[in-house]
């Protein structure tokens, strides 16, 4: 069994690896370096409450003889609007079966059709390659694997522990660029301890947090991004934040989201007199990828003046939704709503974040033993725009990656860390401040840097950022860390990362619209940022 620390803690806490987040990628990571490494899982809450259990669709693979690598190469590329490195796609796309197959033999209980893997299409796919669980594929792939890493000897679990900052050897004033270790608060000791190892990995998700108006849950604060670039790190494409289309909208259930998939099976989107508009915005009409929907949503709302828009799946039977759609199902019935009788209410909402942290085909960044996964990475693989159910595939294949990189890795020499060091810091006053910039910074995020962007409306929000930049300085100086604290200074960064990387951005281009550069320019360039300390 995975041991749990207890009081009195350590000076310091040593490892082989650390992997910062409980998604699927930290976890499978976990469970592959555990054969011959001393692994520790570091997650801010309980090990269950990342994004990955809240993904619904499922994973894309080429799986049906009728289906190729070229097919879903070329379905990345349209979606990624011309940015995705081909490497990656490649060794991702060519990757995917056999992550499907790790996760088959950890026990998955994937859906099936005739003692076969059932597999649905989703929007921006040419053929039906979506491997799932019914409409709860995330869920059940996170209890599969939450259960296993609880019986796997060499992992131990650090849950409610919230990432403070890296530790690096030039922070110490020691040669070289090499990630040593890093500090994390202990929620219910209230206290800063020392992680030592010689490899670390962020799996830390996205930021979605970042925006009002959300698929994702409290976790995706952007902590892992805003380290790594504390740090020293590149970071990629920060600009490309997705909105997913169809969220529910429905003031009791605020983030949940209603699947690809519906728009897979059949979907129609509708304006609330019932008339049917995707076909005059895009030829593929409710398949055209992400970022085509939610701007045809977005406009359609602003035209019209309407707080949602509707999606229809009514037309199929009740026996259909009920069995592809049953969570989706159960939960619109518990507000009110028979999806099997009436149409669905949707908004757009911020739910993936393409860029992050720059990342190699191994997850290295670039700092020696630091390495990051999952969303909080920027792969090449999403370019513009991620394609649907290509996040959860990409967790696997990189972590698998990470893994065998990290195995191959000659062992660093070590050094003593020194503790968190808060003697001369005091209790804060008025933590009220912390609650009210959250608020301020989540609002104008999502009015000036949302689906549609101005010149204006980033200069407003650059201002704002600026201010809160300053005012958290003075804070996280002069007073004892919390998490939310930690939260909030790592959303403002964040923040100020895509607000950067979209005004460098001169044209439109997938997820990123701009009223002042509409057209699209002559090649596709990754927008890089360097850290000014670096």
């Not at 998604?23 to 001393?38: D, M, N």
């Not at 669905?344 to 960044?365: E, F, K, Q, S, W």
């Not at 290509?390 to 062992?411: G, K, P, R, W, Y």
Request: proline residues 5%.
């Amino acid at each position: 069994m995975p041991t749990r620390q207890h009081p009195p803690a350590p000076a310091t806490l040593n490892f082989d690896v650390l992997i910062v987040g409980s998604g699927l990628a930290g976890l499978s990571a976990a469970l592959l370096l555990a054969p011959h490494k001393r692994v520790a899982i570091i997650t801010k809450r309980a090990v269950s409450e990342g994004s990955s259990g809240w993904a619904q669709g499922g994973i894309a693979a080429v799986w049906s003889k009728d289906d190729s690598f070229d097919a879903h190469i070329d379905d990345t590329l349209v979606a990624g609007a011309g940015l995705c490195d081909l490497p990656a796609t490649r060794f991702v796309v060519e990757q995917a079966p056999v992550a499907i197959a790790w996760l088959q033999k950890m026990g998955v209980p994937f859906s099936e059709e005739d003692g076969q893997l059932h597999l649905t299409r989703e929007g921006g796919h040419s053929a039906r390659r979506i491997v799932h669980v019914t409409d709860a594929t995330g869920a059940a792939v996170q209890r599969t694997l939450i259960e296993r890493v609880l019986k796997t000897p060499n992992i131990t679990l650090f849950e409610h522990h919230t990432l403070v900052d890296l530790i690096t050897s030039d922070k110490m004033g020691l040669p070289g660029q090499q990630c040593l270790g890093l500090y994390a608060l202990d929620d219910e000791r209230d206290q800063v301890l020392t992680f030592a190892a010689a490899q670390t990995i962020l799996a830390t998700g996205g930021a979605g947090k970042v925006y009002l108006y959300t698929t994702n849950p409290d976790t995706a604060t952007g902590d892992g991004i805003a380290a790594a670039w504390r740090a020293g790190c590149r970071v990629q494409n920060m600009e490309f934040i997705q909105f997913h289309p169809t969220c529910l909208y429905h003031p009791h259930a605020k983030s949940f989201l209603i699947s690809e998939a519906v728009r897979g099976e059949g979907g129609r989107l509708l304006l609330p007199d019932g008339t049917r508009f995707m076909p005059h915005h895009d030829a593929r009409a409710e398949l055209a990828p992400r970022d085509v929907v939610a701007r045809a949503i977005d406009f359609e709302m602003k035209k019209g003046g309407f707080d949602c828009v509707y999606l229809d799946i009514s037309h199929q039977p009740l026996s259909f939704l009920q069995e592809h759609f049953p969570n989706i199902y159960a939960r619109c019935l518990e507000l009110g709503i028979d999806i099997a009788k009436e149409p669905i209410p949707v908004v757009p909402a911020a739910h993936y974040t393409c860029g992050g942290v720059l990342a190699d085909l191994h997850g290295r960044t670039d700092i020696a033993g630091l390495y990051a996964i999952g969303e909080a990475a920027c792969s090449g693989l999403h370019g513009a725009n991620r394609l649907a159910s290509n996040s959860l595939v990409e967790c696997m294949v990189f972590a698998q990656a990470t893994a065998h990189d990290i195995e191959l890795a000659l062992t660093p020499a070590t050094y003593a860390l020194p503790a968190w060091d808060d003697s001369r810091v005091s209790d804060a006053d008025e933590t009220v401040v912390i609650s009210h910039n959250w608020d301020e910074l989540r609002r104008f995020m999502w009015d000036y840097v949302g689906i549609v962007r101005t010149n204006k409306r980033l200069d407003r929000a650059a201002h704002r950022i600026a201010l809160l930049q300053d005012e958290i300085q003075e804070f996280y100086a002069n007073f004892h860390v919390t998490r939310d604290l930690l939260e909030l200074r790592n959303l403002v960064q964040v923040a100020d990362l895509i607000v950067r990387s979209a005004q460098a951005r001169t044209e439109s281009r997938g997820l990123h619209f701009s009223r002042d550069y509409p057209d699209l320019a002559a090649s596709a360039e990754p927008t890089i940022l360097q850290p000014a300390n670096t």
